[in-house]
């Protein structure tokens, strides 16, 4: 028999008072469908320093549409979000600065100012539930946490065990998960935060091989890590682990092309995993998808609106809120 009630990714269905009324208080989201998450591309290099903000519909296939342009034109940024708003940080206009910058994400229109890292640094990762939003690292070991919805400035949330550059991180509703980085020979390490807790990084585990540039995704139960550059080469490999445990990543399949320069260009739903841009050895301006609970290779989506590498995306429909389960 069917079931008729919603999903997160899909909210058609019988929505009664109390399902909604349960859904806000437990996890402070409104029901939301697989058509209303979106993946959202910033800035980057074309080869300028470019403003561009891109935007697609995870669900679907198809090329990027223009949203609207950064307060200033960025690369080597990183961008988190939660159901409504977006945030930008951490990248170089050329000097490297300390803005954040936020969009509404079910809008389109330009950025504007959200309030200042605790320092300057470019190439973060980053990660983020409904409510906190970590900036991890990024030349430095220093972590950050925003309140999404209030803009402000970033407060100190820890540090992490190294200085990493270009790593990627995804979550879980209760993790933050930072996943490779630095340069030759890239560094292996996987390391987590809890949101709640301030604090410094944990171990997790290793990457099946060191990198640094690639993209990381997740829905709220695994993370898939794709591409990025060895010392020799630019790789194809996809990597996976699951977000609720700790160990070491294992294989998952591979890209349609080896692609580099690709940190922070991902987005995520609770289905899909979608990488954006790149370098492969030359400037690209594909997406390219996968699906997140099946092992295997990537599939084309469609084209972002220029060629461009070392972008930031983020998304409405993340692994760090994708937590709704469906009443039985």
């Not at 109390?18 to 980057?44: A, E, F, H, K, Q």
């Not at 200085?163 to 998960?177: E, I, L, N, W």
Request: proline share 3%; glycine share 14%; charged share 10%.
């Amino acid at each position: 028999m069917a079931t008729s009630y919603p999903r997160r990714d899909a909210a058609s269905g019988i929505w009664t008072l109390s399902d909604i009324t349960s859904n806000i208080i437990n996890y402070g989201t409104w029901p939301i469908s697989g058509s209303g998450v979106r993946g959202l591309v910033c800035g980057g290099k074309n080869p300028s320093i470019s403003d561009v903000i891109d935007y697609f519909t995870i669900s679907t296939t198809g090329d990027a549409a223009d949203f609207g342009n950064l307060v200033t034109a960025g690369r080597l940024g990183s961008g988190l979000s939660s159901f409504t708003r977006g945030a930008y940080a951490g990248h170089i206009t050329p000097s490297t600065v300390d803005v954040i910058e936020y969009v509404e994400v079910m809008t389109t229109g330009n950025a504007s100012d959200f309030g200042n890292l605790s320092t300057s640094r470019a190439e973060c990762s980053s990660a983020s539930n409904n409510t906190r939003g970590l900036f991890i690292s990024g030349g430095s070991n220093v972590v950050d946490y925003v309140t999404i919805a209030t803009a402000g400035n970033a407060i100190d949330f820890g540090d992490a065990v190294a200085s990493q550059s270009a790593a990627a991180a995804s979550g879980s509703p209760t993790r933050a998960v930072s996943a490779g980085g630095g340069s030759s020979p890239g560094y292996n390490a996987i390391e987590f935060f809890e949101y709640s807790s301030l604090g410094n990084t944990t171990d997790f585990g290793d990457l099946t091989t060191g990198s640094h540039g690639a993209g990381n995704c997740s829905n709220f139960k695994r993370a898939v890590y794709a591409g990025g550059a060895t010392p020799s080469t630019l790789t194809n490999v996809i990597g996976t682990w699951t977000l609720a445990a700790t160990g070491d990543a294992v294989d998952f399949g591979d890209l349609s092309t080896a692609t580099g320069a690709m940190a922070h260009g991902n987005v995520g739903s609770l289905t899909r995993g979608v990488y954006c841009g790149g370098v492969t050895p030359g400037l690209v301006n594909v997406i390219h998808y996968l699906t997140l609970e099946s092992a295997g290779g990537s599939a084309d989506f469609g084209d972002l609106t220029e060629a461009r590498s070392q972008s930031a995306c983020l998304s409405n429909g993340h692994g760090g809120i994708e937590a709704f389960y469906p009443r039985p």
